[in-house]
């Protein structure tokens, strides 16, 4: 029987990319750098997991103007980041993807157990549950299992090898909620199956291997554009 759900964080709960790469660009130019990132070299930096990984790797490899002096600064910039991003999910510019708390709603009235496995960091998570379930909103998740808590992030299973021993339940009883391929490999190669609903950002995306892709999980559901795998339907 299925025991628990075990949800990505960005893109899967609600679509905050906008919200980091508008956070980000307010942030570069805090530091006094001459940068930008537009939807599509963000999307092409997406590919790069996680929000510091991504700066290193624009630095290092795009080679922008003040790569030197941004590289020292990288953890500031992007805890100055993550300030920002709180701010703005604090002041309401982030909601859930459709169905998203319906689906919370109805799994613990089942009895089901909830975590969190993400690659961002635990203060983003606890700046958008707050703002969108509420002030008690942390307690409805069993575990978190954020990215700066394990030695590799996604695709990796680190974060979800981490939620599931955190619950103490079997992979094969729990049941991963994405939106990215890196995501979806991490979760099947930790174990369990996969339900995908592609985001904006990601919607160009490989997710074969999914046990179902929804374009969203609300209600009504739209018809699944790919359903195969062990638990679809
Ligand atoms: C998405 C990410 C994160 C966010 C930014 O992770 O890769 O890096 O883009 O957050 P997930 P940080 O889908 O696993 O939630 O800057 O805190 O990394």
Redesign the pocket.
């Known amino acids: 029987p299925l025991e628990a759900l075990i949800f ?5 709960l609600a679509e905050t ?1 906008e919200t ?1 790469r508008q956070a980000l660009n307010a942030t570069f130019a805090d530091f006094d750098l001459p940068w930008s990132w537009d939807q599509p070299t963000y999307r092409r930096l ?1 590919r790069i ?4 990984e ?1 700066l290193r790797h624009f630095i290092e490899h795009d080679r922008p103007a003040k790569a030197e002096a941004a590289l020292a600064a990288l953890p500031k910039l ?1 805890a100055a ?2 300030e920002r991003y709180a701010a703005l999910v604090a002041a309401g510019d982030v909601r859930l993807r459709p169905g998203v708390e319906r689906l919370i709603r109805e799994a613990r009235a089942e009895g089901l157990r909830l975590a969190i496995a ?4 635990l203060a ?1 998570v606890e700046a958008l549950l707050a703002a969108t379930l509420g002030p008690d909103a942390r307690r409805i998740f069993e575990a978190v299992a954020a ?1 700066d808590e394990v030695a590799t992030k ?1 695709p990796a299973p680190d974060v979800f090898e981490l939620a599931v021993r955190l619950l103490g339940v079997d992979p094969s009883r729990a049941i991963a909620f994405e ?2 391929v890196y ?1 979806l490999r991490a979760a099947t190669a930790a174990g369990l199956r996969s339900v995908v609903t592609p985001s904006f950002y990601t919607d160009d995306q490989d997710f074969s291997g999914a046990a179902a892709v929804f374009d969203t999980l609300g209600d009504p559901g739209r018809p699944a554009r790919h359903l195969g795998g062990a638990g679809a339907g």
């Open positions: 990505d964080v960005d893109g899967t990319e980091h997406l997991m996680g929000g510091k991504r992007h980041k993550n993400t690659t961002t960091s983003n990215g996604k939106d990215t995501g």
